[in-house]
């Protein structure tokens, strides 16, 4: 099974066919304590057959589907698949040319169990049937669809299956159409836990079929580095192919395959001292000569019509922006899900160093290492972290453990601005000028690769107004693409315009490139974004058309109370908000991020909140933010973090994004140049965030800013001398960092307004 199939797609494939209809009557039914107890079988069962004389619903596709699934959980298999033929029949009449739909896995699990019990068959000989008279006659494309879905993880569906028990043994009873989800939610599962064993060899029977497989394929480098890569081709192609090309130096993220089941070559591509390469593991930075080298290969091939499109997360959107930094003619696309921007999001943000930087050169550079010792798991990780930061070491001591991953931390430690080391491995200034390919850039307002992919699309703007380049933000994280967009992000329930399938429309973006496809609709404009809480879509020319005007706060400070205040007006006078902040505490070693974006409190941690009055009417947010802060501090730098909520009128907190923008005041103006703050003189510091929402806020909803400063056992600790952050350890903390914040600091939120006056506070 591919790792892009996670938990969201077992919950899609469950509520895939849920009713639509509702009936006042409940049936008697006791939840059995566990998805496996011997008993479920029994108790399903006797549910589906209470429910089939009574089960009704006006939309007939929607009652087939359903009815067969009733009758497969009461155990009349002939009479199910003969009910999902007719369904199938319906649907090719009104679906004629569309993909097939996820539903095919029933019409083979019916198909296999009717075998089974009209032949006597065993159930494994009778799935394999079913399965070579079904998936053999689908295209290409929908049989990878259908062997995908056959691989979701069984845990995942039995967990699905658990938690509806659980809901569910409080009460005694159960409503018709609750009862209808529980019995897709078990057949699901049973159905799954019957044949998941047995899809593997089936799927590679079809594979041979179908494709032209070369694995570990040699690629030699000019400078001699050796390179591996696995292809994927269609067996029956009547002439040469365009080819999508995924480099990264994650060996579990990719699947050449789908491109291959699409009508292109498809290509993996792993980066040296990976896969077999005995060259040594160093990210980033061969990776751009690297790639170059991999692309002039695959346009030699024969297979080859002499075009290559890139595509990928994280690394493999850095490796193809890597490529273009000195473009390949070959280069014709590139579509990218948050690609990493080195010396920009990783293995720093906001010029701050973090720690999981460190984690992660270690895992990807640890198979070259003879001492290794093994994996490393969470809590040693945390205990690293923890142990370093009671400590009071200089941060560059936190790369203490011999081995490649070290030095290479340590060389990244010595480049705390933007420098020529940074530049090199990407475009850079005007090189971004000459990119002049199609470009898409998928991101999320709740993930940590939003950085860098808001990076090189400001980038890619600013020197080339011209360029093509397209961006879509959701409400998304980091596994969005891989998994598909989650129905529910850590609380927050997601509007349901947003759950649209980004591989889909990657690919059908891929298709307009390379086969002259029709332009997926929801990309209109260069920018594309969901409005959470108004359940829309909308397009922009640019991030600045987002929200063409502003709504001002300014940070008013209220000593009496728990929080301060986000002013629309300045008060008279000119009033300030003491803080101080004693570095040197390390009681909070224990501390973690809290997980959720919707909670009922928020705690502060190392700074203030200040609120605004409730909002008379909707105003919708949506671009990049900004700001000033007018203050006086005693340091010569500090790293400051900046959240944004909507206090709800009921009382939840949501997070308007996330992470949180967090910034080393010193490079605020520049990420190459640092600029030190002037100790004990009152100054400004103008910013403009990296992170962005869309949000449209209730009519009673206040607006809530978080202001603090950084100080966590997960990240670099800015003390404040000027000097070198990692050269700096707890003997610079003795004198408590304190800051004076003035009333006449704000920030800027990009509004549309959504109406013709400016949004009132409510009376």
Do not use: C
Not at 549 to 566: G, I, W
């Amino acid at each position: 099974m591919s790792a892009h199939l996670t938990k969201s797609l077992g919950v899609v494939l469950v509520l895939a066919l849920a009713p639509s209809w509702a009936a006042a009557q409940d049936l008697e039914f006791h939840a059995p304590h566990s998805a496996t107890d011997a008993s479920v079988p029994a108790v399903m069962r006797d549910l589906a057959e209470r429910v089939l004389p009574v089960y009704q619903e006006n939309d007939q596709d929607r009652y087939l589907a359903n009815l067969s699934a009733l009758k497969l959980v009461a155990g009349d298999y002939a009479s199910a698949y003969a009910t999902r033929r007719s369904l199938r029949e319906r649907r090719r009449r009104a679906d004629a040319g569309r993909p097939v739909g996820r539903t095919v896995l029933y019409d083979i699990y019916a198909h296999a169990k009717a075998i089974e019990e009209g032949e006597r068959t065993p159930f494994a000989q009778a799935f394999a049937q079913s399965y070579r008279e079904m998936v053999p006659r689908l295209n290409d494309k929908d049989a990878y669809a259908v062997t995908r879905w056959f691989g979701t993880p069984l845990p995942v569906l039995q967990d699905t299956l658990q938690r509806s028990f659980d809901q569910r043994r409080p009460k005694d009873s159960i409503a018709l159409h609750d009862a209808v989800d529980l019995i897709w939610t078990y057949l699901s599962f049973d159905a799954y836990r019957s044949f998941g064993s047995l899809v593997g060899a089936l799927d590679a029977e079809e594979d041979r079929r179908r494709y032209v497989t070369e694995a570990s394929v040699l690629i030699r480098t000019p400078e001699g580095a050796s390179l591996y890569a696995d292809l994927i081709r269609p067996k029956n192609a009547a002439k040469s192919l365009p080819t999508l090309l995924e480099y990264t130096i994650d060996v579990a993220r990719n699947d050449a395959k789908e491109s291959a089941a699409r009508g292109y070559v498809g290509v993996v591509a792993y980066a040296r001292g990976t896969h077999g390469s005995p060259d040594k593991a160093v990210p980033f930075e061969h990776d751009g000569d690297d790639v170059r080298a991999v692309i002039s290969w695959i346009a030699r091939q024969p297979w080859s019509d002499g075009r290559v499109g890139m595509y990928g997360e994280r690394y493999s959107g850095f490796a193809a922006w890597a490529a273009a930094k000195r473009l390949p003619p070959e280069l014709k696309a590139i579509a990218t899900s948050d690609p990493i921007a080195p010396g920009v999001d990783v293995p720093m943000t906001g010029n701050i160093f973090r720690n999981s930087a460190y984690r992660w050169v270690f895992d990807v550079t640890r198979s070259k290492e003879s001492d290794e010792g093994g994996s490393v798991d969470d809590a040693q990780w945390r205990a690293l972290d923890k142990s370093w930061y009671t400590s009071g070491r200089r941060y560059r001591e936190l790369a203490n453990v011999p081995g490649a991953h070290n030095a290479i931390f340590r060389r990244w430690l010595s480049h705390p601005s933007y420098d020529r080391y940074w530049q090199k491995m990407v475009p850079y200034g005007e090189e971004f000028a000459s990119l002049k390919i199609p470009v898409l850039t998928t991101t999320g307002y709740y993930s940590g690769g939003a950085v860098g992919a808001l990076y090189y699309f400001a980038q890619h703007y600013r020197y080339n107004p011209h360029a093509n380049h397209t961006l879509l933000i959701g409400p998304y994280d980091e596994g969005a693409m891989a998994r598909g967009p989650s129905s529910a992000i850590q609380g927050y329930q997601v509007d349901q315009t947003a759950l649209i399938d980004l591989r889909e429309l990657r690919y059908a973006w891929l298709d307009a490139v390379f086969k002259r496809g029709k332009k997926p609709p929801q990309l209109k404009d260069r920018v594309t974004y969901q409005v959470m809480g108004a359940n829309e879509w909308r397009s922009a020319p640019t991030l600045e058309a987002m929200g063409k005007a502003t709504l001002r706060f300014y940070l008013e400070p209220d000593p009496s109370a728990d929080s301060n205040t986000l002013a629309q007006h300045k008060a008279p006078g000119d009033t300030f908000l003491p803080q101080n902040f004693d570095l040197a505490e390390r009681s909070d070693a224990d501390w973690t991020p809290t997980l959720g974006l919707v909670s009922k409190s928020t705690k502060v941690r190392n700074g203030e909140m200040f609120v605004s009055e409730p909002l008379e009417e909707p105003v919708e947010i949506s671009g990049l933010f900004s700001g000033r802060l007018d203050f006086t501090a005693n340091k010569m730098d500090m790293d400051v973090n900046i959240a944004l909520y909507e206090l709800l009128p009921g009382g939840e907190y949501l997070k308007l994004f996330d992470p949180s923008y967090e910034f080393r005041a010193s490079y605020a103006r520049d990420r190459v140049l640092r600029h030190l703050l002037r100790s004990g003189e009152r100054q400004q510091l103008m910013f403009r965030s990296e992170r962005m929402t869309s949000r449209r806020l209730q009519a009673g909803s206040r607006v809530v800013m978080v202001l603090g400063i950084n100080k966590r056992p997960d990240q670099q600790i800015n003390y404040g001398t000027g000097d070198d952050v990692s050269e700096e350890s707890l003997d610079d903390a003795a004198r408590p960092l304190k800051i004076r914040w003035y009333d006449s600091s704000y920030i800027d939120l990009p509004i549309r307004r959504l109406t013709s006056s400016p949004p009132k506070k409510a009376r």
